[in-house]
């Protein structure tokens, strides 16, 4: 009964692609349903809770695995769990497990990235995500320009990790989709694809070729070079010296051959693999050592004596700076990880593959020309992990991940029928599955999840999930970012006058403590000092504080209730009269002459201590000790609790009506005797080398 009403519905969609290929609208899907329906073994290859266009993905992949699709439909029930064969979810889950099967196995065929079929068939995959059950009737005609929509692509495309990778995934489907409004087109995705390709070429045959011979180790991958076209050149300075030359990137290190008459000289290695705790950042560069232009990367280490400074001259912009700082910064990110994690074997051949084809897709996407400004780093997964809030985590849970698989690797029969390759193999291709994944499924051992190769079906792995809640705060960290931009004020005069609105309750509550102190109103002062002196006395001090941070916390809760729905408040600050240039410049003139003129009074007391402390007065050295002394004997015999008493009482009634006069005199004994003590001689030395240097 079931297989007539198969029959019967191929009838049908074999007579509307009869139509549709009258009208000249008949897509490839059509053609297959026809050829499909024409079949004998329609009825076998049919799975009825699927919509017709799944069907044919599903048998574009039974073709690749040498199955049958009720075949992979068997199969699939036998080893999902019943979560994933609930009927509202078995077509979407089932087409999955078809798709990554297959794509298991054809990623294991060197060069697939060259054949349209793969291009076109991982892309229709995507399409079809969107519609895969039976129910999506009213989506039964997917045309030729369909596109393809964030979640299809990032469920899909990381089951190839040289098109994507999980970390990478969203900012990647943003660039491709930036001129296309946030959906994938197939003339876009088969361009990037292309470019993969081309650019796998490329680093294969700079690898293979004979650059540094002498030095470069067989392990290691050539992944850039530059500074070979005149017009493009690469000027490394070293101090006071520029040399033209030739700049080459490693997996492992840093290569500079500076330009000799006709031939390049011996390469200076800037090693990025060993923890030599190196810093890798953007900086100016100018004639003479001048600071004029932004296009730049500074490499230091603890085995330079000095920064290395590569320039990436261009006439406008510094987009190659940007591009090499962000290709640099990967490479050194990648084994900053491995340093961390102490990755070993595979899994460090795994991690260098990930760094390696994100440089690979930057390189494919620079091709495009899809955007005009490009940040390399939102492509390149260990540079994206260092700008994430819990970048720290993703990579936590990349390091689990890979130490799981190194385990199950271990304990895997060597001979069991599957499709195993190692990461030198699949390194060696620059396009294979990392990792060594096997075509056929597996059952995860702690959950139900059922795994193929990498992917899990109908569910996300723990980097998925990692990844998401990085992203839900990276998303929070945005909009505080916006918010903080927003209130960003010009000039000095504008962002005094709003620090002094902001500080009016502290100025106030100071002001305040200050009235208390002077004793302006002996009856609230005298109040204070009893109450404040019997919370010391009794040891309340810390359950004050307590419930300060209670009180806090119960505002903070009351206020939001009482204010949901509301905009926030605003700080209303009065704009100060606008000042001209040159009230600007004498503001800031009288600025810094106030900041030199703290920082010399500053140095005064710290010269005065020294010469207290070097005995270079000694009538006050004495006193001064004597000081010390009595402090420290009280300090160790005196109870904290009564000795905090007296210093408050001292302090706090020493401006009391009884104690004014007798004060003001101790202060002002106070006062001559700091002043009659010398400041410690100081000495100006000139650097020989810094004079040395201006010579020259």
Known sequence: M???????????????????????????????IEEMGRSPSAGTNWIPELSPVANVVVRRCSKILGV??????????????????????????????????????????????????????????????????????????????????????????????????????????????????????????????????????????????????GVRPKKEKILEIDGTVTTQPVLEHVGMSTWPG???????????????????????????????????????????GTRLFD?????????????????????KGHTRRDYWLAVIREVLYVHRYINKYKITGLARDEALSKAVLGIIRVQAIQELSLTNSMCYENLLPFNLCDQLPGGDLILETLAEMSTSREVHRSNRPKDTGTLQSSASDMVSQLGSVFGGSSPRSRTSEKTSSLVVGEVVVGDVNPLERAVKESRKNYEKVVLAQE?????????????????????????????????????????????????????????????????????????????????????????????????????????????????????????????????????LFPQASEKFAVAMVVAAIMLAFVPGRYLLLVVFVELFTRYSPPRRASTERLIRRLREWWFSIPAAPVILQHDDKNETKKKK
């Open 246 to 288: 030739r700049l080459i990137l490693t997996d492992h290190s840093l290569y500079f051959e500076a330009l000799k008459v006709v031939s390049y000289d011996k390469p200076k290695r800037y090693d990025l693999s060993e923890d030599l705790k190196q810093i890798v950042k953007p900086e100016l560069t100018g004639p003479w």
């Open 68 to 213: 049958s699709a009720n075949d992979l439909r068997d199969s699939f029930k036998q080893e999902a769990s019943e979560s994933l064969k609930q009927p509202s979810l078995f077509a979407r889950n089932f087409l999955e497990y078809c798709c990554f099967r297959a794509l298991s196995l054809s990623v294991g065929v060197t060069g697939h990235l060259a054949d349209k079929k793969f291009r076109r068939l991982t892309f229709d995959m995507m399409v079809v995500w969107e519609v895969p059950a039976v129910a999506s009737q009213a989506l039964l005609s997917v045309e030729e320009d369909a596109t393809v929509s964030l979640e299809a692509f990032s469920r899909i495309a990381p089951a190839v990790p040289i098109i994507a990778d999980v970390i990478i995934c969203e900012n990647l489907f943003g660039m491709l989709t930036s001129s296309a409004g946030g959906r994938l087109h197939f003339s876009v995705y088969d361009k990037y694809l292309c470019g993969l390709e081309r650019a796998i070429k490329k680093m294969r045959t700079q690898s293979e070729s004979s650059l540094l011979s």
């Open 2 to 32: 079931s297989t007539s009403k198969t029959l019967n519905m191929l009838e049908g969609l074999v007579k509307d692609s009869s139509f549709k290929w009258l009208l000249g609208k008949q897509s490839s899907f059509d053609e297959e």
């Open 295 to 315: 296009k730049a990367v500074s490499y230091k280490s603890i085995s330079l004596s000095e920064p290395a400074v590569m320039e990436f001259p261009e006439l």
């Open 483 to 615: 918010t903080v931009n927003g209130v960003k004020m010009e000039g000095i005069d504008t962002n005094l006058a709003v620090m002094k609105e902001l500080m009016l309750p502290v100025m106030e509550t100071w002001n305040l403590v200050l009235s208390l102190l002077n004793w302006d109103d002996p009856m609230k002062s005298t109040v204070f000092c009893l109450f404040s002196s019997l919370i010391i006395w009794k040891g309340w001090l810390v359950y004050v504080f307590a419930l300060a941070s209670l009180f806090s916390a119960i505002f903070m809760v009351l206020t939001r209730c009482f204010s949901r729905g509301k905009l926030m408040v605003e700080l209303k600050v009065t704009a100060p009269p606008p000042m001209s240039t040159m009230e600007q410049l004498l503001a800031v003139q009288n600025g810094i002459s106030e900041l030199e003129q703290n920082i010399q009074d500053g140095n005064i007391v710290l010269l005065k201590f020294r010469a207290l402390l070097f005995s």
